[in-house]
């Protein structure tokens, strides 16, 4: 009987261990974040801009690409605080008479849109394969993981170019403005996907050795089912962490082409194309014209990659 | 004065939900040239206990109270710069994985000279003299020769080997030795505890000896002291204490430890999560119809479940697009039969080619060559992915680990009922979780198991979903890898209880595999022996652990940790119901 007692005693106690555990184990990541300090500026930061950007429509002051709303007597005005700096435009205007933090506003739209949707292509395309790559193994692993390594060898703005260029050259002129945002996400989205492939390959290795996968091949489920619903969720985490730093490579990369004139039209501004324009001005004195733009950019790719970093960290057991 | 005294020791834990007591109140008393073994189940603080010894507390621990006295001198609160000179020169540690205690990129030269400078005053040629006998001491052949080896060119027994004379190159006064030989085969657990315990008493030397195993505690301790959730439970003479057992923990401890000379009906075991009478006793009933109710189940299947003949499989490995693969060879010729409701031991060392059978029988490995057939028909093993063949469905597996058999990112509910919705073994979603939950109550869990994940489980509940989703496939044949290896012995009690109910309540044959010869001896009916990928012995399992016929079996057998000193299990059971 005295056996039975102190079983159940230790029952007891096992039993609150593992509700504390529970507990612990649901905020885990809400219990570190609560802890970076970095997590939360770059949170917060990721939430204003993106939300500035989101409802730019209703945030900015005036529309940059309605024609009516501007006038070119305004051009090149500076910032409000500074001598001849008007009210009505807190950052000054552009050469066109633009309000520059409208401008900022819908052309940050612009950058996150293009980055956002060629980040989820990437990742999608890249995961795709890399998990195919490391489930099936043999000549399809060969095969994918040897394009991934010529991948690798084009820096990204020369994919990005050469995209751009055939596109050029092969669409009517016509459509061309129109499919200008298609093709930047697509040779985005096609520069970046061998991280996704590699790191998905990687951890996909990994976890298909494990034993809850050779029980679902036990169970005799067919390849896609084994790959997309028991090993896509566990390898889950990483991918999670390089989507988010790899967003502020995406929003660099359309930054950096629209920079170089293969970008979105200057009608569309985007952050890249406002810079561009700014940069001939910077010796003239119209110094914010590029600057405004800049310290957007910069902001935004600060905040995305403060989250990815405290993701990454929070995500890895052994960096604790 | 006693070499190693500790009184009241408490050491504390900082975590997020406030402080916890790893150890309380802990107390040793160690003379020179005796082995004391601290045993206990994982989390009951031995290790922890290990660590404050050596000053090695691991972040967020602390020591509450207490004194650890070596020599006399005290411990506790000892400045960091005095225990660089302690550590290492007066107490040494031996750890449980040769494989990484060692560095890969040094000769054992090397490593050993470095500590002997490092610790004494010799001359550097003196220390390669000391050097060389230490390795002569631990019993490594021909050490002249092998000394300027790589520790990668030693096997694992020989490389603990080396791991032992590192540590004695200080002239330590106390060894702390956690868990040495749980990385070994038995043959070589048992020269290495022999060893120990020759150096302890040659040279002196007090041993602490932290292990979870009672085979190694019987085998070599003077003293033991059993820990429990970090509280010492009994302490005294290894004999007395594994005889005579007075706290009922360490009874129900000992009780439940398999013995190699006797096999048993039950465990007479404690049982901590083990199904409760009363409310699901119902479901549990309308799970064992529904496992009964097998379409067919009338018609009479003929002959063997199971019939293996002539099974070969091997492996590439190191091949790439232009390089040629190299070919090994896991299992030669391998030929096993199993009856309906038996149980077929399949034992051997590491690396001996048990698991890949069992691979090769689910069909998660394809093989070279063999012809398998299950109730007389041809099932796929030698085709490409033969785990595809649908009438595998009847055999299933359970996994060593329990930690990675489930996938942790879904809900057990989802995990245990994914083969009745995959074979559609049931009609609509609420016949699906009625079984689900029925399967569950099968093995003692309760029904709001569903909802939660695996990780809010321990590893013996682990191991309980497991073997529900292995019945939710209604199989015939359960194929179980070392099962209970990953569980504490009195949780193994539980799981081994578990799976002979099923069997006996549904007549599933079992071949179980294992390299533990005492709990094989507790689950079959007949035995069969692997050594690198050959069968070399099969036979009914009484007569086998008798009088085995092969020299490997007798070797194996021979090598397994004594039990005698261990009270009989049945006086503790009787003790238990007193």
């Not at chain 2, 603990?160 to 040495?180: F, H, K, T």
């Not at chain 2, 091997?314 to 030669?332: E, I, P, T, W, Y």
Request: charged share 20%.
């Amino acid at each position: 009987m005295a056996i039975e007692d102190s079983a159940d005693q230790g029952a007891a106690k096992r039993e609150t261990l593992s509700l504390w555990r529970r507990i612990g184990r649901r905020s885990e990541l809400a219990y570190l974040f609560l802890r970076s300090p970095p997590a939360m500026i770059g949170a917060l930061l990721t939430v204003l801009s993106l939300g500035a950007t989101l409802f730019a429509p209703w945030v900015a002051p005036t529309d940059p690409f309605d024609l009516a709303a501007y006038d070119l007597l305004d051009s090149l005005l500076p910032p409000a605080w500074a001598a001849g700096g008007e009210a009505r435009f807190l950052l000054g205007t552009d050469d066109q008479g633009r309000d520059m933090l409208s401008a900022i506003l819908y052309g940050a739209r612009i950058s996150v849109l293009i980055g956002g949707a060629s980040i989820a292509f990437a990742a999608i395309l890249g995961v795709t394969l890399g998990l195919a790559a490391a489930y099936l193994g043999g000549w399809f692993d060969h095969v994918v993981m040897r394009i991934a390594d010529v991948q690798l060898a084009l820096p990204a703005i020369l994919t990005a170019l050469l995209i751009d260029g055939v596109a050029r050259g092969v669409l009517p002129s016509e459509s061309h403005d129109r499919l200008m945002i298609p093709v930047l996400i697509l040779a985005i989205g096609l520069s970046l996907w061998v991280d996704f492939a590699r790191l998905a390959r990687a951890s996909a290795l990994v976890e298909r050795d494990k034993d809850y996968v050779q029980a679902a091949e036990i169970m005799g489920l067919p390849a896609w089912r084994i790959m997309l619903s028991h090993i896509l969720p566990n390898i889950a985490g990483p991918i999670l962490v390089v989507l988010t730093i790899d967003l502020a490579v995406a929003i660099l990369l359309e930054a950096t082409l629209s920079f170089l004139g293969v970008g979105v039209p200057a009608d569309q501004a985007s952050l890249g194309t406002l810079i561009r324009i700014g940069t001939a001005y910077i010796f003239s004195g119209e110094w914010w014209i590029a600057l405004f733009p800049s310290l957007a950019l910069v902001l935004m790719v600060i905040a995305v990659n403060l989250l990815g970093d405290f993701l990454r960290d929070a995500l890895n057991p052994k960096l604790r | 004065m006693a070499l190693l005294d500790i009184q009241d020791l408490s050491v504390s834990f900082e975590t997020r939900f406030g402080k916890q007591m790893a150890v309380d109140g802990y107390g040793l008393s160690l003379e020179r040239g005796e082995i004391h073994g601290l045993v206990g189940e994982s989390g009951a603080g031995k290790s922890t206990v290990g660590a404050a010894i050596l000053g090695l507390l691991p972040g967020g621990g602390q020591i509450e109270g207490g004194s650890i006295r070596l020599d006399g001198r005290e411990l506790v609160d000892l400045s960091q710069r005095d225990w660089h000179r302690l550590r290492g020169a007066k107490i040494s540690m031996i750890f449980q994985d040769p494989q990484t205690s060692l560095n890969p990129l040094l000769t054992i030269e090397e490593q050993l000279v470095e500590t002997i400078l490092t610790h004494t005053k010799l001359s550097e040629a003196k220390a390669k003299t000391r050097a060389l006998s230490l390795l002569e001491e631990v019993g490594i052949r021909d050490a002249a020769a092998r000394i300027a080896d790589y520790p990668h060119q030693f096997s694992g027994g020989m490389r603990q080997r080396v791991v032992i004379a590192l540590a004695l190159c200080s002239e330590p006064d106390l060894i702390i030795a956690d868990e040495p030989t749980t990385a070994l085969d038995v043959a070589v657990q048992k020269q290495v505890l022999a060893l120990i315990r020759r150096l302890a008493t040659k040279r002196g030397v007090g041993v602490l000896l932290i292990t979870h195993d009672m085979g190694v505690i019987a085998e070599i301790t003077d003293t033991v002291s059993v820990l429990r959730d970090g509280r010492l439970v009994e302490a005294g003479e290894t004999n007395r204490v594994l005889g005579a057992p007075s706290a009922p923990y360490s009874r129900s401890l000992i009780a439940s430890v398999p013995r190699v000379e006797k096999k048993v009906a039950r465990f007479p075991q404690l049982s901590d999560a083990g199904p409760r009478r009363g409310a699901r006793s119902d479901l549990a009933q309308r799970g064992a119809e529904w496992l009964l109710s097998r379409p067919g189940a009338g018609s009479k299947r003929e002959g063997d479940i199971l019939d293996l003949q002539g099974l070969s499989v091997s492996f590439r490995s190191g091949g790439g697009l232009f390089r040629q693969s190299r070919v090994v060879r896991a299992v030669k010729d391998v030929g096993l039969r199993l009856a309906v409701g038996e149980t077929l031991g399949l034992v051997g060392e590491s690396g001996s080619g048990k698991s890949t059978i069992a691979k090769a029988l689910v069909g998660v490995h394809k093989a070279q060559a063999g012809a398998l057939r299950y109730f007389g028909r041809p099932l796929a093993l030698t085709e490409k992915r033969p785990a595809r063949d649908p009438s595998r469905r009847e055999i299933q597996m359970i996994f060593q680990d329990p930690y990675s058999s489930l996938n942790n990112r879904w809900k057990v509910g989802a995990i245990v009922s994914e083969p009745l919705r995959f074979h559609g073994l049931c009609k609509n979603r609420r016949e699906a979780a009625a079984i689900t939950t029925s399967m569950l109550a099968l093995v003692g869990m309760d029904p709001d198991a569903v909802g939660k994940y695996p990780h809010q489980f321990s590893g013996g509940q682990r191991q309980r979903i497991a073997i529900a989703r292995a019945l939710a496939a209604r199989p015939a044949l359960m194929i179980c890898d070392e099962p209970t290896s990953a569980l504490d012995v009195s949780v193994q009690a539980q799981i081994l209880n578990l799976l002979k109910d099923i069997q006996d309540r549904f007549g599933l044959a079992i071949l179980f595999i294992s390299h533990d010869l005492p709990v094989v001896r507790q689950m079959s009916d007949r035995v069969a022996v692997m050594q690198n990928g050959v069968l070399v012995e099969e036979g009914a399992a009484d007569a086998f652990y008798k009088s085995p016929r092969h020299d490997y079996s007798r070797m194996l057998l021979a090598q397994t940790p004594s039990l005698d000193k261990l009270a009989d299990p049945q006086i503790l059971a009787a003790q238990t119901v007193a």
